[in-house]
């Protein structure tokens, strides 16, 4: 049973530039959490999605954005990058909308390198 | 405004010691706390987790203690090895939203 897969595993990108990174729930989830984890830092959520729509939000600005497939796997895209943007971007999946906070599995991240 | 204070920042424990890292929260509708193991190149991982109404909760050599009076719990990892290095974060949430991490201890078990 795959867990958590998160692709690119590594990305880097120049500031204005654009990004796109992919995450796939593990078997049987159906919500899923996106969470930025800066150098250092404990991971600070950005939104959830939930049969395909965001559900809730953190304290991000608009150039984040995502989207949930029917099959239940997530974008984040992130635009007009700014060299703050460089964290690792993690996935989380849970089973259901109302525990979505609860047994959350994550994924390995992405590595998101601006210059 | 950090609702969820950790410390401390980094924790040095012998091999078979007790290691212990607190955190503080402020907003007393949370109303669930666990905790996160990280290993370097990993997503966190769940380790443990407790609801306010038990004072602690057991699981091999990782307990929980709650104080819900003081906003406080901790983890104590009893008989520390080698292999419990690592980056812990402990988090708090309310019912449907979302954790909220505290900033992190990264634990070296010497052997």
Redesign the interface.
């Known amino acids: 049973d795959a867990g958590v897969t998160q692709s690119p595993t590594h990305l880097i990108k120049t500031r204005g530039q654009q990004v796109t990174l992919r995450c796939s729930p593990k078997s049987g989830h159906d919500t899923v959490s996106w969470y930025q984890q800066a150098l250092g830092q404990g991971p600070q959520f950005i939104f959830q999605y939930y049969e395909e729509e965001e559900r809730q939000r953190g304290n991000f600005p608009d150039r984040f954005s995502g989207h949930q497939f029917p099959n239940y796997s997530s974008e984040l895209n992130v635009n007009a990058l700014l060299l703050g943007d460089s964290a690792l971007y993690l996935c989380a999946s849970s089973e259901t909308l109302q525990g979505a906070s609860e047994k959350l599995f994550f994924g390995s991240g992405t590595q998101l390198s601006v210059l | 405004q950090q609702q969820v204070k950790?410390s401390p920042q980094s924790l040095i424990v012998q091999k078979g010691g007790i290691s212990i890292i607190n955190c503080a929260y402020e907003n007393t509708a949370f109303d669930?706390f666990?905790w996160?193991q990280q290993f370097p190149?990993?997503?966190?991982?769940?380790l443990i987790?407790i609801r306010p109404d038990v004072s602690e909760k057991k699981e091999g050599r990782f307990t929980i203690s709650f104080n819900k009076s003081a906003k406080q719990f901790s983890l104590h990892i009893m008989d520390s090895q080698p292999g419990d290095s690592a980056t812990y974060?402990c988090?708090a949430?309310k019912a449907?939203?979302?954790?909220?991490?505290?900033?992190?201890t990264t634990l070296s078990v010497s052997s």
């Open positions: 950790q669930y666990p996160y190149g990993k997503g966190p991982a769940l987790a974060f988090a949430s449907g939203t979302a954790l909220i991490f505290g900033k992190g």
